[in-house]
């Protein structure tokens, strides 16, 4: 049965060139710039697991999900055909619909890469919202993000440590912060999709209630993910270092003000002008400029803790010179007879 909507139909920017650097956050970017240098290595990945993982993964698809076509799920195909168009993809990526009660939703595959929808999210969400969402896959799609991610896990597990030395847990603790990064840049991919930033925060805030939007106030969403990322004292800051330890997606409401920060800092309108990187230039990016960038993002963020690590590390160093203090009066002049002696 064909699927039809009542909403109106919106007049949509075509981003024609746009390199997927245009949606990437600085930090993401950073990353990717400098593994996008690594000629041949993605290839060789892609040959030695593409047959192996991908062909295996689809064939579970094929036999337990629904795959999106022009017959099935037609909304569904629609708005994945609209989301190419908007973001100019050379290619269109299998889309399959799993049932699953999660409300999640997953990109897959090397070579081809594969969309994967969670049945929860399509219950739930209406056409402009699961526009969000495919056009967020999309995004993790066209940055090559299961690439990637995919070649770095092969260097761990294979022994390849970049950096001598350096504990594996500490290079795998730096691989989830670079994943938790990649969902804010598939958040703005798709936001570009949708170009409706309020379908955008319902999403979030959608996920985050799982799906009580009728008794949500947007302003006070919104507040929620300034009060967590801003406010709190150091007892804070650690705890909220110590909950991201294992995540891989940041937490819903703070993905819902990272995203209206972007639209707030221009970036986003200045895109949807044509202000925004070809991928004809793509070859000729500078990393020493995205690492400039992300390393200005991580400064910032730095900076928004720093009063509070600053006060933790004033109050150790005062408890510190305390004790010494103490232990030198106690115990100095006994010592100091002994190194008489």
Known sequence: MTESSNQPVRHRVTLTGVSSRAWEHPADRGALTALRKLKGFDTLLKFLNGFRVQRGVRLQ????????????????HRLLLESCETLDADRVPELFVSA???????????????????????????????????????GHALSGHAVYRTMLDTLLRLGFIPLAGVP?????????????????????????????????????????SGGHLEELDTTSFIAQGQEYD???????????????????????????AELRRWVDSGEYTALLGGDYPRREDDADASMSQAASEA??????????????LGRIVQDTAGVAGSVRGWFDETFGGGSDSKRGQ
């Open 61 to 76: 698809l094929l036999g337990g999900a629904v795959r999106v076509d022009e017959r099935q799920f037609p909304r569904l």
């Open 100 to 138: 699953n009660p999660l409300l999640g939703a997953v990109t897959i595959g090397l070579d081809k890469p594969i969309i994967v929808v969670n049945s929860a999210l399509v219950d739930l969400l209406d056409e402009e919202e699961m526009r969000f969402v495919i056009g967020h896959e999309l």
């Open 168 to 208: 594996i847990r500490l290079i795998r603790a730096a691989l989830l912060e670079w994943q938790r990064k990649a969902e804010l840049s598939a958040d703005r991919a798709g936001l570009l999709a949708t170009q409706d930033p309020a379908t955008a925060t319902r999403v979030h805030m959608q996920l985050a």
């Open 230 to 256: 801003e406010g709190g004292d150091v007892r804070e800051v650690l705890t909220k270092l110590s909950l991201l330890q294992s995540q891989t997606h940041p937490f819903a409401v703070v993905r819902a």
């Open 295 to 308: 390393a200005r993002s991580y400064s910032d963020a730095f900076r928004k803790a720093g009063d509070a």
